[in-house]
């Protein structure tokens, strides 16, 4: 059994994991209506230094994903951000983290829908590494299940009912020996991987599905964008076909858990060499050196967390 957190912000103070509950009859446990951030921290050794990545990009969006289900969270994201970075002091961490904002519809009653709720914000933070064991080689598959569409749950919210769609993907892959699904829209583009966006590349230029395929709009994938860019990279965000991907030279996820893994194989044809190619070598590189705050070009991106610690007397 994973460790669990010491402590958990819950029902507006920070209180030890063991007190953070709700009970069953809770609208968000019976009918999925919450919504949640997935937020890294990263550890610089160098500096003694936990670093939170793009904290209030990720904010935006969970505040984002509250307008699409009618929510009003009863903090700013101001006050929700001294949260967080107070939650990690408290928890010490010295390692890789990964922190879960959440929101969620606290009423203990039957019956569907989104209005006259009442919405409660939660917090917790646990040590993570890597999300995909197999990340600069993995072997995916085309997933027979297809990505929600914007019309019925939108995908570029983090919605927690619709994760389920999400863990059909990712169990059946993982079931039949795949590390990895890619999801295709209900047209037949690319969409995304179970909880990953999906980067191709072709004769050197990298291509990307656009948020209009119903797609998470990911901090990472944008991060990615960014770094690519400034390497002189050309980046097209279009729709991508289902056999392109056969001829790619090369493809790669991203996503806060994933960060930045190859795929090298895709329903066992091989990816370009077969192995992780220069283009996802290098912005893995770049990633991880910009989340622990290595480049001073991108060092907004981090915010450091106990620099910011205030001794109590």
Same mark, same amino acid.
């Given at each position: 059994?994973?460790?669990?957190?010491?402590?958990?912000?819950?029902?507006?103070?920070?209180?030890?994991?063991?007190?953070?509950?709700?009970?069953?009859?809770t609208h968000a446990l019976n009918y999925g209506t919450a919504i949640f951030g997935g937020v890294r921290g990263y550890?610089?050794?160098?500096?003694?230094?936990?670093?939170?990545?793009?904290?209030?990009?990720?904010?935006?969006?969970?505040?984002?994903?509250?307008?699409?289900?009618?929510?009003?969270?009863?903090?700013?994201?101001?006050?929700?951000?001294?949260?967080?970075?107070?939650?990690?002091?408290?928890?010490?961490?010295?390692?890789?983290?990964?922190?879960?904002?959440?929101?969620?519809?606290?009423?203990?009653?039957?019956?569907?829908?989104?209005h006259d709720l009442q919405t409660e914000v939660t917090l917790f933070s646990v040590p993570f590494s890597k999300y995909?064991?197999?990340?600069?080689?993995?072997?995916?598959?085309?997933?027979?299940?297809?990505?929600?569409?914007?019309?019925?749950?939108?995908?570029? &919210?983090?919605?927690?009912?619709?994760?389920?769609?999400?863990?059909?993907?990712?169990? @059946? +892959? #993982? %079931?039949?020996?795949?590390? /990895?699904?890619?999801?295709?829209?209900?047209?037949?583009?690319?969409?995304?991987?179970?909880?990953?966006?999906?980067?191709?590349?072709?004769?050197?230029?990298?291509?990307?599905?656009?948020?209009?395929?119903?797609?998470?709009e990911g901090i990472t994938r944008r991060s990615i964008i960014e770094l690519a860019r400034h390497e002189g990279y050309?980046?097209?965000?279009?729709?991508?076909?289902?056999?392109?991907?056969?001829?790619?030279?090369?493809?790669?996820?991203?996503?806060?858990?994933?960060?930045?893994?190859?795929?090298?194989?895709?329903?066992?044809?091989?990816?370009?060499? &077969?192995?992780?190619?220069?283009?996802?070598?290098?912005?893995?590189?770049?990633?991880? @050196? +910009? #989340? %622990?705050?290595?480049?001073? /070009?991108?060092?907004?991106?981090?915010?450091?967390?106990?620099?910011?610690?205030?001794?109590?007397?």
């Amino acid at each position: 059994m994973a460790a669990v957190p010491n402590y958990a912000y819950f029902q507006g103070k920070i209180v030890p994991y063991s007190e953070a509950k709700i009970g069953v009859m809770t609208h968000a446990l019976n009918y999925g209506t919450a919504i949640f951030g997935g937020v890294r921290g990263y550890w610089n050794d160098a500096e003694e230094e936990l670093f939170i990545f793009r904290p209030q990009d990720h904010l935006k969006r969970l505040y984002n994903s509250a307008k699409l289900m009618v929510m009003d969270i009863p903090v700013g994201p101001d006050e929700l951000m001294e949260r967080m970075v107070e939650l990690l002091q408290m928890e010490g961490h010295r390692q890789d983290v990964y922190l879960r904002p959440m929101a969620y519809f606290a009423d203990e009653i039957i019956g569907v829908k989104l209005h006259d709720l009442q919405t409660e914000v939660t917090l917790f933070s646990v040590p993570f590494s890597k999300y995909v064991a197999n990340d600069t080689g993995a072997h995916v598959t085309f997933s027979s299940w297809r990505r929600l569409d914007d019309n019925m749950i939108p995908a570029r &919210g983090k919605i927690a009912g619709a994760y389920v769609n999400t863990a059909f993907i990712k169990t @059946d +892959a #993982v %079931r039949a020996g795949f590390d /990895e699904a890619i999801v295709l829209t209900a047209d037949g583009h690319i969409s995304e991987g179970s909880a990953e966006n999906i980067f191709m590349v072709r004769d050197g230029i990298v291509y990307t599905p656009p948020i209009t395929d119903n797609i998470l709009e990911g901090i990472t994938r944008r991060s990615i964008i960014e770094l690519a860019r400034h390497e002189g990279y050309t980046v097209i965000e279009r729709s991508i076909d289902r056999t392109e991907v056969f001829l790619a030279d090369e493809m790669f996820m991203t996503g806060t858990a994933a960060q930045v893994t190859a795929i090298t194989k895709v329903d066992h044809r091989v990816i370009g060499d &077969g192995v992780m190619g220069p283009v996802a070598s290098r912005l893995r590189q770049m990633y991880d @050196d +910009a #989340v %622990r705050g290595r480049l001073p /070009e991108f060092r907004h991106w981090n915010y450091p967390v106990y620099e910011k610690m205030v001794v109590k007397s």
